[in-house]
């Protein structure tokens, strides 16, 4: 164990009307062939390259259903590639996927049932071998929303403060528009060789598609601004800063150009984007309600002291209000030493955080085995009721 709070966040909420019925431990394994899946009660299955599990239900005429497959353990060893089959009461195929999960998970979303009787889920390997845990939803889609997807798009702006036109992307949740509500969301930063494509590389809005689809989570957005030049170099400066862009364009762009809820907002960010979060998030606690550093690269010497989450911590006033505290990494990562400077600087200081340890390096398949720990945390305490209409 190391410092810290050592703890897993798990939320199971409402979203979009979502019918949640039990969802809870998964089943235990079977080894062959399948058996009967209920709605709301994830079971875990096992495949090897040849085999084929078949799941049965029972449905009604006029369900829309919600169906996932996922690696289970997610940092397993191998490499499982999941596929998805679903058959009417007749056997006739009307839905399949191989992809629209994270990386190599299959997701089906908001299918549309046309008649009663027991339907069959086929989940495939695609020729590899593995465990998967598989979980059924009921989806109650609000008026005039035809598909629980979401959407992501990719926009540009000529920023003054760091002198060159940057990028970023805003995935919205699904039926944004239709439910007319104010949404929140999480500025996720990227890592210090890539770009605003790096959480959507990896599979994040995926994962809220999964786990909004399936009632895990609320529906959220993201924003993945590109960070250039600035957010590279050790500037820290009133006018000259990544920090700034951040606060004074960024942010005001995308809230006054989404249905996107101000009070109601966290960052997180990937190795250097991990540092990026807790310096902004350190310097300006009242604007966040959660920070989060995937594998964040902490330095003692490349941020004056002023900026510099690692000696900013020692001069927190932190109260029961202030934003929620996360930071992961893997056991091998490169960076560890470093990752570990701000635990005990955080409980000198007193201020309660969740640090988690985990299999794995400083690398794509690490960050994106922990998607859903991310999501779990951004969005606790995030519930559908208590969002606000999108006025204006």
């Given at each position: 164990m190391l410092l810290g709070q050592i703890h897993k966040f798990f939320m199971i909420?409402?979203?979009?009307?979502?019918?949640?019925?039990?969802?809870g431990q998964p089943h235990s394994i079977h080894a062959d062939s399948g058996g009967v899946i209920s709605f709301?009660?994830?079971?875990?299955?096992?495949?090897?390259?040849?085999?084929?599990?078949?799941?049965?239900?029972?449905?009604?005429?006029?369900?829309?259903?919600?169906?996932?497959?996922?690696?289970?353990?997610?940092?397993?060893?191998?490499?499982?590639n999941l596929a998805l089959e679903l058959y009417d009461p007749a056997n006739v195929l009307i839905a399949s996927d191989d992809n629209s999960g994270r990386r190599s998970d299959a997701a089906l979303f908001g299918v549309h049932l046309s008649q009663s009787g027991l339907y069959?889920?086929?989940?495939?390997?695609n020729g590899t071998s593995g465990t998967y845990r598989l979980t059924l939803a009921e989806v109650d889609l609000p008026e005039g929303c035809q598909t629980p997807a979401g959407a992501m798009a990719r926009y540009?702006?000529?920023?003054?403060?760091?002198?060159?036109?940057?990028?970023?992307?805003?995935?919205?949740?699904p039926c944004y528009e239709a439910t007319g509500l104010r949404y929140p969301y999480i500025i996720l930063m990227h890592g210090s060789i890539s770009t605003d494509s790096h959480w959507d590389e990896i599979g994040m809005d995926e994962a809220v598609a999964v786990g909004v689809a399936l009632g895990?989570?609320?529906?959220?957005?993201?924003?993945?601004?590109?960070?250039?030049?600035?957010?590279?170099?050790?500037?820290?400066?009133?006018?000259?800063?990544?920090?700034?862009?951040?606060?004074?364009?960024?942010?005001?762009?995308?809230?006054?150009?989404?249905?996107?809820?101000?009070?109601?907002?966290?960052?997180?960010?990937?190795?250097?984007?991990?540092?990026?979060?807790?310096?902004?998030?350190f310097r300006h606690p009242d604007l966040f309600d959660a920070i989060g550093g995937?594998?964040?690269?902490?330095?003692?010497?490349?941020?004056?002291?002023?900026?510099?989450?690692?000696?900013?911590?020692?001069?927190?006033?932190?109260?029961?209000?202030?934003?929620?505290?996360?930071?992961?990494?893997?056991?091998?990562?490169?960076?560890?030493d470093n990752i570990d400077l701000m635990a005990p600087r955080l409980e000198a200081?007193?201020?309660?955080?969740?640090?988690?340890?985990?299999?794995?390096?400083?690398?794509?398949?690490y960050w994106t085995a922990?998607?859903?720990?991310?999501?779990?945390?951004?969005?606790?305490?995030?519930?559908?009721?208590?969002y606000q209409p999108c006025q204006g």
């Amino acid at each position: 164990m190391l410092l810290g709070q050592i703890h897993k966040f798990f939320m199971i909420v409402g979203v979009l009307s979502i019918i949640v019925i039990g969802f809870g431990q998964p089943h235990s394994i079977h080894a062959d062939s399948g058996g009967v899946i209920s709605f709301g009660e994830p079971i875990e299955g096992d495949l090897t390259p040849t085999e084929k599990d078949t799941w049965t239900f029972w449905a009604e005429a006029d369900q829309s259903i919600a169906i996932a497959a996922e690696r289970s353990p997610v940092d397993q060893e191998g490499d499982l590639n999941l596929a998805l089959e679903l058959y009417d009461p007749a056997n006739v195929l009307i839905a399949s996927d191989d992809n629209s999960g994270r990386r190599s998970d299959a997701a089906l979303f908001g299918v549309h049932l046309s008649q009663s009787g027991l339907y069959a889920i086929r989940v495939l390997s695609n020729g590899t071998s593995g465990t998967y845990r598989l979980t059924l939803a009921e989806v109650d889609l609000p008026e005039g929303c035809q598909t629980p997807a979401g959407a992501m798009a990719r926009y540009q702006w000529q920023s003054v403060i760091a002198g060159e036109a940057l990028a970023y992307r805003v995935y919205m949740p699904p039926c944004y528009e239709a439910t007319g509500l104010r949404y929140p969301y999480i500025i996720l930063m990227h890592g210090s060789i890539s770009t605003d494509s790096h959480w959507d590389e990896i599979g994040m809005d995926e994962a809220v598609a999964v786990g909004v689809a399936l009632g895990r989570i609320p529906p959220i957005a993201l924003v993945m601004p590109y960070g250039g030049e600035i957010a590279n170099m050790n500037i820290f400066s009133d006018t000259y800063s990544y920090e700034n862009a951040i606060l004074r364009e960024i942010i005001p762009i995308v809230e006054n150009s989404f249905c996107l809820d101000g009070t109601r907002r966290a960052i997180g960010g990937i190795s250097r984007g991990g540092f990026w979060a807790y310096e902004i998030g350190f310097r300006h606690p009242d604007l966040f309600d959660a920070i989060g550093g995937h594998s964040p690269v902490f330095d003692l010497t490349h941020a004056p002291p002023a900026y510099n989450p690692l000696m900013v911590v020692e001069t927190l006033d932190w109260t029961e209000d202030s934003p929620r505290l996360y930071i992961d990494r893997g056991e091998d990562d490169y960076w560890r030493d470093n990752i570990d400077l701000m635990a005990p600087r955080l409980e000198a200081a007193g201020i309660p955080f969740t640090f988690d340890l985990n299999q794995g390096e400083h690398s794509e398949a690490y960050w994106t085995a922990h998607l859903n720990d991310y999501l779990d945390f951004y969005t606790a305490g995030w519930q559908l009721e208590d969002y606000q209409p999108c006025q204006g």
